[in-house]
């Protein structure tokens, strides 16, 4: 069989959960965030890129990854605030208008690293800016990134 016949009688294939589903279309979600690196090592990055690829799709349950933060409801933020960063992520975050989120993605961000607070950086994200929502692993998969905020989100909007 050729690939394209493959394709066709395979179709979209994506890794969805009826829960989220169920969460994303009664609740109708919509988050725009800014992604920042405050001082990782890429891991958790990486995982967020895979956010909008084919098999993720975040778009579908109405998130989305954007390139301004005037254009953002909130942060994305991964490792821990290294002191060169501090003012660049005030600044962005100043620059998301109201009301705003913070979401600290992975274990250096939510100060649960393994180098922690020292000359270079801070111990965590919550040392610089509110939190919201911790998604702590190291890294977090891409799923559990999804699952954490749609769910996070719809427990918000129902209070």
Request: neutral net charge; proline residues 6%.
């Amino acid at each position: 069989m050729g690939m394209f016949k493959k394709i066709w009688k395979t179709g979209k294939v994506t890794e969805t959960d009826e829960h989220l589903q169920k969460i994303s279309q009664g609740e109708k979600l919509s988050l725009h965030l800014r992604h920042l690196d405050a001082g990782s090592c890429n891991g958790c990055d990486f995982e967020i890129a895979h956010l909008s690829n084919p098999i993720y799709d975040i778009q579908q349950y109405g998130l989305d990854i954007v390139a301004s933060p005037r254009h953002a409801d909130g942060v994305l933020i991964t490792g821990s605030v290294t002191h060169n960063l501090y003012e660049a992520i005030k600044k962005t975050y100043e620059a998301v208008p109201e009301p705003k989120k913070v979401i600290a993605v992975g274990d250096c961000a939510c100060g649960k690293g393994i180098i922690g607070s020292n000359y270079a950086q801070y111990s965590s994200v919550n040392e610089v800016l509110p939190v919201d929502i911790e998604i702590p692993g190291c890294p977090p998969s891409p799923k559990k990134i999804i699952d954490t905020i749609v769910r996070e989100m719809s427990k918000k909007s129902k209070v």
